[in-house]
């Protein structure tokens, strides 16, 4: 377990302060129940199948939310870039096994804190369940928008999303194959949608 550095520190308390304003006491308790996690490329923050530990704040690196079926395919969920909150919040605010994995998709360091943390967290610095209601009520908004794109996105417009959102700079990181399912597209329209963008760039 490592204590936070002042550069990953003052990342989380910008994020933080956008909405959220502490008192320099309150942001020393902060400090002292979070700590730093560096999670490797293909290593696991939490798995399907196990009780979650922890929730997180993705200071660097980039996740992504997996879920094998019975079969051992992987769909990919979610994609998760520098700034986002990661946890399976099923499994840690019900004590119950998780559904899906969380895993790094480059080298990542995150901001955590355990389920002992957060009660201490709430009941010491209440400005902050606050601030996670803001949190999640925006992570609905997002999710709501993604569903309807990929229930009713033409393959353009999916791409175009995935765009929108950043997740560009997977790319090098995704197979083709892997993007394609995330879209709910094949890589043959993949491919045709790159090189559409292609086209606009270089215009």
């Known amino acids: 377990m490592k204590h936070l550095n002042e550069t990953v520190w003052n990342d989380l308390r910008r994020k933080i ?3 959220c304003q502490l008192s ?7 400090r002292q129940l979070t700590h ?7 290593e696991y923050f939490s798995r399907q199948g196990e009780a979650v530990a922890a929730a997180g704040f993705l200071h660097s ?35 119950t096994t998780g559904r899906i994995s969380l895993q790094a998709i480059t080298d990542s360091v995150l901001v955590c804190f355990d389920k002992q943390a957060e009660q201490a ?15 999640h009520q925006d992570y609905i908004i997002l999710l709501q928008h993604k569903l309807f794109i ?9 791409y175009e999303y995935f765009l929108a959102m950043n997740y560009g700079e997977l790319i090098p990181h995704l197979t083709q194959r892997q993007i394609a399912a ?16 292609n086209k606009k760039v270089v215009r």
Request: glycine share 8%; proline share 3%.
């Open 17 to 19: 302060e956008r909405r």
């Open 121 to 135: 967290i709430y009941r010491e610095l209440p400005e902050l369940l606050k601030y996670f209601l803001r949190i």
């Open 150 to 158: 990929m229930q009713y996105g033409s393959a353009r417009e999916k």
């Open 24 to 30: 320099e006491k309150q942001w020393e308790r902060l």
């Open 61 to 95: 690196g980039h996740f992504k939310s997996v879920q094998v079926n019975r079969s051992g395919k992987e769909s990919i969920l979610s994609l998760y870039m520098p700034g986002a909150w990661l946890c399976d919040l099923e499994s840690f605010v019900h004590g």
């Open 36 to 42: 730093i996690r560096e999670i490797t490329r293909e």
């Open 182 to 197: 995330y879209l709910g597209i094949t890589p043959e329209f993949l491919s045709v949608q790159k090189g559409l963008s």
